[in-house]
């Protein structure tokens, strides 16, 4: 386990905004305790500072996971988010996208979002912005990228995608051996 | 006298023949085993310890010693000879028993980095062929080797990669990539080796190698500058020695548990220089508003014909996704993009 570096620090943190712009800070700074960002194996976990010093105590080659995993890094340094950051992001997304209960399912199992199933967007949208997709009892679903603009979504035909699927909570079940 | 003398001369002469084949002959109880090759013999009889008794002790080891050599030898004579440089040499044969080792088993080699993977992987080895067929030449060649199939090096014919430099000798860079190539098997066999025999090798350029480059000799040089018992810090440099570049470990990482307070404030500072460096958002006002212009502008249109309508309407939407992907290629993220609403307007 390590902290980041700079560089990583940037890559996580631009990919982050994405999602939460700039509440990202209420992550880093937060009342309830000290909360910090570390790297193991290539995952970024996030986790408070009583688990960090608890997880010191377990060597580095039988420690599976710590905290909550956010993401990993690739091998080109690259950072990749994953479900498991769910929790964190949808409470302070900035751009949501509420899905229609007919097409929940499609997208659970990975399919993008087509018009036909799109209940809601938040206004100003700008294109390929990253957005928390909630069911429509406000349920955080997963997140994606909106393929066209709040205005273009008004216009475009029914059958057209929406929202591209980065993560969806059905991944839980589908990918269970990979997630930390 | 003469008589007697006669007598007396028989007589000892039988005793003295008597005598030459009672050396040679020796009774024993059980018959000694023998192995002329390694010039061995078994003596199984056994003991009176009577005959250890003090005094007749030596004496009794002493006949027995000779007694069991005379039978060896008496053996030995048993083999074909030869006439080596006027001495006559019995010929041994090959010797029977067994003798334990004189030094111990070998240790089963440690597998090379190609094993264990292969090993890792469940490769198996394929046999080859010795000979390729060889359609250029019209022959069987070897797969390897001198004359070999397919010889990188002997093209006589190369076309100069597009991205390559014009000026640059490919056939020169073919021979100088397959000396690199030699090179590393080679160094990587020596490893292998090493590994084997746990001797530490030293790294690249340390072990002295009859050509040296300047690069080679300055790291040889800095290596053994900081070998001192203190690491280098009260050895004089020479007069033009530069100092190394990368000294010490190539990456330093913060401590795990730092001070949590300072690595909250870093990050801060960080989301606040990225926040800075942003352009302001008005790119999705300005799509927008573009958007609206054109939307009226299609509305002013179909009031004048109904029949084009719906391919206004379509046009635009495609106009914008083009318009937007174009945008999206440049720029990283989507803010970063500059407004090229223009190009997609017909």
Request: proline residues 5%; contains cysteine.
């Amino acid at each position: 386990m390590r902290p980041l570096t700079d560089e990583e620090t940037k890559t996580m943190f631009e990919k982050l905004s994405k999602y939460i712009g700039e509440n990202i800070k209420l992550l880093i700074d937060r009342p309830d305790g000290t909360y910090c960002f570390r790297l193991h194996n290539d995952r970024l976990y996030y986790m408070s500072d009583k688990i960090l010093k608890l997880a010191t105590n377990i060597s580095r080659d039988k420690l599976v996971s710590v905290g909550t995993c956010f993401g990993k890094f690739t091998k080109t340094q690259k950072f990749r988010l994953h479900i498991t950051a769910l929790d964190f992001l949808a409470p302070y997304a900035k751009f949501k996208v509420w899905v229609k209960p007919g097409s929940e399912q499609s997208f659970l199992y990975g399919n993008h979002i087509m018009k036909s199933g799109l209940g809601r967007i938040t206004e100003n949208t700008a294109q390929y912005q990253g957005v928390v997709v909630f069911s429509m009892a406000d349920v955080p679903l997963g997140f994606g990228v909106a393929a066209k603009t709040t205005q273009e979504c008004r216009k475009v035909d029914p059958m057209s995608i929406v929202v591209f699927h980065q993560a969806d909570i059905g991944e839980y079940i589908r990918s269970e051996d990979t997630l930390t | 006298m003469a008589s007697c003398s006669v007598e007396d001369v028989l007589a000892k002469a039988e005793r003295d023949e008597a005598e030459k084949l009672k050396g040679i002959t020796v009774n024993k109880e059980l018959d000694l085993e023998f192995d002329p090759g390694n010039l061995l013999a078994f003596d199984k009889n056994r003991i009176d310890t009577r005959e250890f008794k003090d005094g007749k002790r030596e004496d009794f080891l002493r006949s027995l010693a000779r007694d069991n050599t005379q039978l060896l030898i008496n053996e030995i004579w048993k083999l074909p000879t030869e006439r080596v440089e006027e001495v006559i040499v019995a010929k041994l044969p090959e010797p029977t028993t067994l003798l334990p080792r004189e030094k111990p088993a070998p240790k089963p080699k440690p597998p090379t980095k190609w094993e264990q993977f292969a090993k890792l992987k469940g490769i198996q080895k394929k046999k080859k062929t010795n000979l390729v067929w060889d359609e250029v030449h019209k022959e069987w060649k070897r797969r390897w080797g001198y004359k070999r199939a397919k010889d990188d090096t002997k093209e006589w014919l190369i076309e100069v990669p597009e991205k390559a430099d014009p000026n640059e000798d490919q056939f020169a860079k073919k021979n100088k990539a397959k000396k690199e190539r030699v090179a590393r098997n080679e160094y990587n066999r020596l490893k292998n080796i090493a590994r084997a025999q746990k001797i530490k090798v030293p790294g690249m350029g340390l072990a002295p190698t009859p050509k040296q480059s300047k690069a080679e000799l300055a790291q040889a040089v800095n290596i053994a500058k900081i070998s001192t018992a203190s690491v280098g810090k009260f050895q004089d440099n020479l007069p033009k020695e530069k100092k190394p570049k990368n000294t010490g470990k190539r990456r330093k990482f913060q401590p795990l548990i730092g001070d949590f307070s300072s690595e909250k404030q870093k990050q801060l500072d960080l989301l606040k220089v990225m926040d800075s460096k942003k352009p302001r958002l008005d790119i999705t006002k300005a799509v927008n508003k573009q958007m609206r212009e054109e939307d009226m502008e299609a509305r002013q249109k179909n009031k004048k014909d109904f029949g084009k309508k719906g391919q206004r309407g379509k046009m635009s939407g495609k106009g914008k996704g083009k318009a937007g992907g174009k945008g999206k290629g440049q720029g990283p993220k989507g803010k970063g993009r500059k407004p090229q609403m223009k190009q997609g307007k017909r």
